[in-house]
């Protein structure tokens, strides 16, 4: 396990049963033996809006690092998703939104392997431009959301 999946595992432990978690990034960094540029690594890469996480950040001595998870009402979910999603969405930013859907109970992970299949690079390959390929791709996922409500 390498140290970033330590800091994820670590943050993710501290939030259950919780829908947020106020850390110290230079007590986590000693606690786990790293540099505070790890723990901002893995805040910027893991605990994104994706992901369902807010994160506030204050630098200075008494800084802090506030990351929240996202509650959306139940019936609200897929709505907040679909709109989230915007003109564009890159496959990794898919997959994270389908891990978190599978996680939360709204799909199955055969459903969610389906869909993206649907919107990988190579499926979209024959839209030369990568800007082409992230609207075709938010259009498909955001339609193929609308009719899992």
């Known amino acids: 396990m390498n140290i970033s999946d330590v800091i994820e595992s670590f943050i993710v432990d ?9 850390l110290k990034r230079n007590e986590l960094a000693n606690t786990l033996g790293c540099v505070p ?8 890469t ?10 506030e950040s204050r630098r200075g001595g008494g800084g802090f ?3 929240s ?12 998703i679909i709109n989230s999603i915007g003109t564009q969405i890159d496959a990794q930013s898919t997959a994270a939104i389908l891990k978190n ?8 992970k055969k459903t969610a392997k389906i869909i993206m299949s649907a919107v990988t ?18 259009s498909i996922f955001k339609n193929v959301l609308i009719n899992l409500v």
Request: aromatic share 6%.
């Open 46 to 55: 893991r605990f994104t809006t994706e992901r369902g996480y807010v994160v």
């Open 69 to 80: 998870r996202v509650v959306v009402p139940e019936g609200d979910v897929m709505m907040h």
């Open 121 to 138: 690079d190579k499926a979209l390959s024959l839209i030369p431009s990568a800007s082409g390929r992230a609207r075709v791709r938010a």
């Open 101 to 108: 859907l599978v996680a939360d109970g709204f799909t199955d």
């Open 37 to 44: 540029s790890q723990i901002n690594y893995v805040i910027s």
């Open 14 to 22: 501290k939030m259950s049963g919780e829908n947020d978690v106020e």
């Open 65 to 67: 690092i506030k990351i």
